[in-house]
């Protein structure tokens, strides 16, 4: 809902700051006030296209302004955390920036963002695919966009008839459908193309798995045999030097290790501490035995292995070639063995394949089948009480002559909504064939329209704005009255701004604005105020006699405020 409103520097508006309140919210001003230029503002906050001429006579820039609650709506929290905009999931603040440059600039709670953002959030289009509703709704001669659309039709008939479960359901089957004939149609296409590849796929399994490879280590442990092989004289050389210098030699490193412990051995009748030091000399020739028995063990393993250095030489061979192809790794390669067995599977059982995939897509179609007659014989007899209630709606706000009907098309095909194509038309005359209101309603009588359908509907589980204006045009006396009080009606639960000029709706509201020019300003000002309980006896007696006000009107106003307040 829209709590504050800041215009500033736009056409005649120097600065104006309005606080709107929940409910039923009115706007009455003299001819010429301003009022046109209040809707204007409001509908570039819901990302209307702008003008130079828009920005305020000797202005560099013009600035629009609004803060909006959206602690009820967590569809408009959602859209701003996929945008990536921060939000405290209570308020939305809008504002638009436009420069005499012809320069613009949209912030969206203080995020710098773009226009299409912003007309995501609140546009009043309301888009077929999803169950969000406007932030703002507005109705006029020029901005009833909503009312116009096939699809917020579409969206307010499936409300009305409480069909959107049904119609979840019936998306979510559309879309498995959807995927299901995507997959049929890429292995149809993709098989054709690998059936000329399928001599080269298993030429090149036969070429992995020829070659029987192990893992990783095996080839590590193919390069350290193929080298201690290669290098096996000079492994011998280097174990028999060492050998000798620590056994076989006279002065051997373990003869000395020996000689050097036996000397030692007389520390301990002298010198405890330094004796026991003498367990490294200890560990030192155990090591040297130790290591003098792996060399031996070691050439005897090299001396009894019984390698071909030339398999071993055409294995590495062979894996490199491997490598260059399939990967730097036998993991990659093994990987890859497993991409093309799959393939070869996937091309030799095609048939199986799409015959499960077929049979599938005909188990999701009965379920779509079932699921869209389902919608149909919903939509179908919500039509008609939808169409009937907003006739009596429109009769009983005198609309002589108008009949509205809710058009539900059966299509051939099945599509995302199902089979129906829903069109709101409406008759001007008895022999009249039905137009789409686009072609037939006026300003007023679209307002009229979504009035008694906002009636008949009932109050959203959404709340937001409406922003009537025209509501009352051709009307007064009774009907007046009557379109006041379902004004009201509809704002309980949401938020109505209606400008009007009669006080038979303007006694109806929550809450009452005056526009005036400000006649002591040296240029043209337009001033904003909320009226008091007394200012607003004046207000509804003005509109009731005109600029002289009366003993009369003034009794009359109050007789209207009581009246409407019971």
């Known amino acids: 809902m829209l709590q504050d409103l800041q215009v500033k520097n ?42 130079q001429d828009m920005i305020r006579s000797g202005a560099e820039q013009a600035t ?56 995501e ?9 999803s169950d969000s509703a406007p932030l703002i709704e507005m109705t006029s001669q020029h901005e009833s966009k909503s009312l116009l659309s096939k699809s917020y039709h579409l969206q307010l008939l499936d409300r009305y008839s409480m069909c959107i479960p049904t119609r979840n359901e019936y998306q979510q089957l559309y879309s498995q459908h959807k995927e299901t004939q995507q997959k049929i149609e890429t292995i149809k296409a993709d098989v054709e193309a ?57 002065d051997s490193v373990i003869t000395r290790l020996k000689k050097s412990l036996h000397v030692g051995a007389e ?8 004796f026991e030091k003498m367990d490294l000399l200890k ?78 897509k005909i188990k999701i179609q009965k379920q779509m089948q079932a699921h869209a007659l389902k919608l149909h014989r919903t939509r179908m007899n919500a ?16 609309m002589k002559g108008l009949t509205f009907e809710v058009s539900v098309e059966r299509l051939e095909e099945l599509n995302i909504n199902g089979l129906d194509d829903i069109e709101f038309l409406c008759r001007v005359g008895k022999n009249t064939e039905p137009r789409s209101l686009a072609k037939t309603a006026s300003g007023g009588e679209l307002s009229r329209i979504l009035l008694s359908l906002k009636n008949v509907i009932g109050s959203s589980d959404l709340s937001r704005t409406y922003l009537f204006d025209e509501v009352d045009t051709g009307v007064s006396g009774e009907t007046a009255e009557k379109v006041g009080r379902k004004l009201r009606q509809i704002s309980v639960g949401q938020q109505v701004i209606c400008i009007t ?53 003034l009794a009359h106003a109050k007789g209207l405020l009581n009246e409407a307040n019971q």
């Open 10 to 51: 736009f056409a005649i508006i120097d600065s104006v700051q309005i606080s709107f309140k929940d409910g039923f919210n009115v706007i009455s001003g003299e001819t010429g006030a301003g009022k046109s230029i209040l809707l204007k503002s409001l509908s570039l906050l819901m990302g209307g296209k702008s003008t």
């Open 64 to 119: 629009i302004e609004g803060q909006f609650d959206i602690s009820k709506r967590a569809d408009i929290q959602e859209k701003l955390s996929s945008l990536g905009i921060e939000s405290d999931e209570k308020t939305l603040i809008v504002k638009r920036i436009f420069q005499s440059s012809g320069k613009g600039k949209v912030f969206i709670n203080s995020s710098l963002s773009t226009l299409n953002d912003l007309v």
């Open 121 to 129: 959030l609140i546009s009043p289009l309301v888009e077929i695919t």
């Open 194 to 250: 690998k059936k000329m590849q399928l001599d080269f796929l298993l030429y090149q399994r036969d070429e992995i798995k020829n070659l029987s490879l192990k893992d990783d280590n095996e080839e590590q442990e193919l390069e350290t045999s193929y080298n201690r092989i290669k290098h096996a004289v000079k492994i011998n050389e280097v174990i028999s030097t060492l050998s000798d210098i620590l056994v076989d030699d006279e």
């Open 267 to 274: 520390l301990k009748k002298y010198d405890q501490n330094l």
């Open 283 to 360: 560990q030192a020739l155990a090591l040297s035995d130790e290591f003098s028995y792996q060399l031996q063990n070691y050439k005897k393993d090299i001396d009894s292995e019984d390698l071909d250095t030339a398999k071993i030489e055409e294995r590495l061979s062979d894996l490199r070639k491997l490598q260059k192809k399939y990967g730097p790794t036998i993991t990659d390669i093994l990987a890859h063995l497993q991409r093309i067995e799959s393939e070869i599977h996937h091309i030799e059982n095609h048939d199986d394949i799409l015959k499960d995939l077929e049979s599938h």
């Open 383 to 398: 039509a008609k009480l939808m169409q009937d209630g907003v006739n009596d709606e429109l009769k009983d706000l005198n």
């Open 501 to 553: 000029h009669l006080p038979q709706v303007a006694c109806h509201a929550d809450a009452h604005y005056f526009i005036e020019k400000d006649p002591s300003a040296k240029t043209v000002k337009m001033n904003v105020n909320e009226l008091s309980n007394k200012e607003r006896v004046n207000e509804i007696a003005r509109l009731i006699s005109g600029e002289k006000i009366t003993k009369t009107s």
